[in-house]
């Protein structure tokens, strides 16, 4: 194939502005599918995508199209739109020669579409701006384009007007692509030189390594080698990803993407960011790294059957190859047992991650509740991270502990400012920058404490504007903060899965909520149950489930009071022993309580 007939380009936007569906469009209009195979979100191919209608894992497709009477081929990428996902953008932006920016017509520029901008910036990319969902009646095209130039600052007078839903401006599109993302740049007859830029697990083929080549080319029979790790393996097969099947190839030519079995079980060998290349005549240089993801929640997840523990293992190493941004080490917790300690990018990462490894792998899974990471500085110099509330070292140890704080990015209708302010203010957040994009929408940014964010703000934003408030988040540095470790005791005993670090003035309102809400969640026991919050020794709130009664005296009839009186003081004998002794099973949605604390 000829360089200058290929275009490698990806769709970015914020979420919900139709990517998808405008990546159906294009498979539609390229021919690649019949309408008999069509479905809506083709490129989705996870259930938990589809029953969402959220794009989580970046998806490529080789589509062929014809311009003038010449043959090209077109690598697509689809991206996802929320933050949590914004790793997988800049992996395929990092893969690509160009960018669509897709903005919806009725909605304008959101806080993620900026920072996809800016990704696609760093990458040296063309953008091309499309404006979408032209056919609502709410739609204003012209308002949108004037909207880009001056909150982006791209020229959008030659934006391509579309409607992915009705199919509206689809073939201008792709000539515009044909005509305007740059065919990209290489050598055809140099050393190989290839990045994985997505790998995934095969129960069949092993572990799959999707490729951008940049130099030469990888061929069946080939000797290839990873250069992090200087493994080298065979190449057994190639293929060329495609909406329905996978299309078998001899060869992966410059410039093109494509899928590289190497037939390995080991799934650790196969590295997203590394490159591959000849093991007779490697190239001189590696094609250069990505920035390895930074998990920003941490949460344990712990098998319900401890048997599991091996298989929750082997199930954690083979997302990991799907999903890179994943990061996990082993831990135990006194109530829960075996289990991991995972890193996550964000709230609805961890839901994701939790809800493929039941579906996908037939676990049982308890989920602690997330907390982000603690820089603790100790009294002899030294200083520890502390990932689980429970590793926090003993207070008279401690000279200052720092939080992440993240530069948060909220643009909103004007309607809305002020109770999206006291909820900024409410979460710590103080104030940066305020600036009004137009007369109805203004951009906020503040610099906020990452705990305050990663749990329920994101829902809260949405309820308070109705929707039409868009958020964006980047981590920038740590500062020192107030804060203590807030211990749950149940029956007297702590229950560290359930210890969480919070700012020292909101520990004894988030204390009452929290024991409050396990009250009502712990179920009845025979025997009377404490729940108590509590800093250090110090208990600050409690609540008390009751026991359940059992009248003893039911089968007395007539005779003595003494009989009665015998029998009760038999009971309360029993109850005091078991309550010695007695365990206390807590369910899952006690461990999520500590969610919903206000």
Known sequence: MDLSHIRNFSIIAHIDHGKSTLADRIIQECG?????????????????????????????????????????????????????????????????????????????VEAQTIANVYLALDNDLELI??????????????RVAEEIETSIGI???????????????IHELIDAIVERIPAPQGDPDGATKAIIYDSWFDPYLGALALVRVFDGSIRKKQTVKLMSNGEQHEVLDLMYPHPLKKLKTDAIESGEIGIVVLGLKDVGSVRVGDTVTDAKHPTAE????????????????????????????????????????????PETSIALGFGFRVGFLGMLHMEVVKERLEREFGLDLIATAPSVVYDVYLTDGSMVEVHNPSELPAVNHIERIEEPYVRATVITP??????????????RGIQEKMDYLNEERVLLEYSIPMNEIVVDFYDKLKSISKGYASFDYEPTEFREGDL?????????????????????EQAEQRGRALVKSMK????????????QASLGNKVIARETVKSMGKNVTAKCYGGDITRKRKLLEKQKAG?????????????????????KMD
């Open 32 to 108: 690649s599918v019949s309408e008999r195979e069509m479905s809506s979100q083709m490129m989705d191919t996870m259930d938990i995508e589809q029953e969402r209608g959220i794009t989580i894992k970046a998806q490529s497709v080789r589509l062929d199209y014809v311009k003038d009477g010449e043959h090209y081929v077109l690598n697509l990428i689809d991206t996802p739109g929320h933050v949590d996902f914004s790793y997988e953008v800049s992996k395929s932006l990092a893969s690509s020669d160009g960018a669509l920016l897709i903005v919806d017509a009725a909605q304008g």
């Open 129 to 142: 701006p499309v404006i979408n969902k032209i056919d609502l009646p709410a739609a204003e095209p012209e």
């Open 155 to 169: 020229d959008a007078t030659d934006a391509v007007m579309v409607s992915a839903k009705t199919g509206i401006g």
């Open 286 to 329: 590696p094609v250069g790294d990505y920035e390895p993801a930074k998990p920003f929640v941490f949460a344990g997840l712990y098998p319900i059957d401890t048997d599991k523990f091996e298989d929750l293992r082997d199930a954690l190493d083979k997302l990991k190859l799907n999903d890179s941004s994943l990061s996990f080490e």
């Open 414 to 427: 004007t309607d809305y400012l002020g109770n999206i302010m006291n909820l900024l203010v409410a979460k």
């Open 484 to 504: 203590v470790k807030l211990d749950v005791r149940v029956a007297g005993d702590v229950v560290d899965a359930l210890s969480v670090i919070v700012p020292r």
């Open 520 to 531: 009502e969640l712990i179920p009845r026991q025979l025997f009377e149950v404490a729940v």
């Open 575 to 595: 109850k005091k022993r078991m309550k010695a002794i007695g365990k206390v099973q807590l369910p899952q949605e006690a461990f999520m309580s500590v969610l």
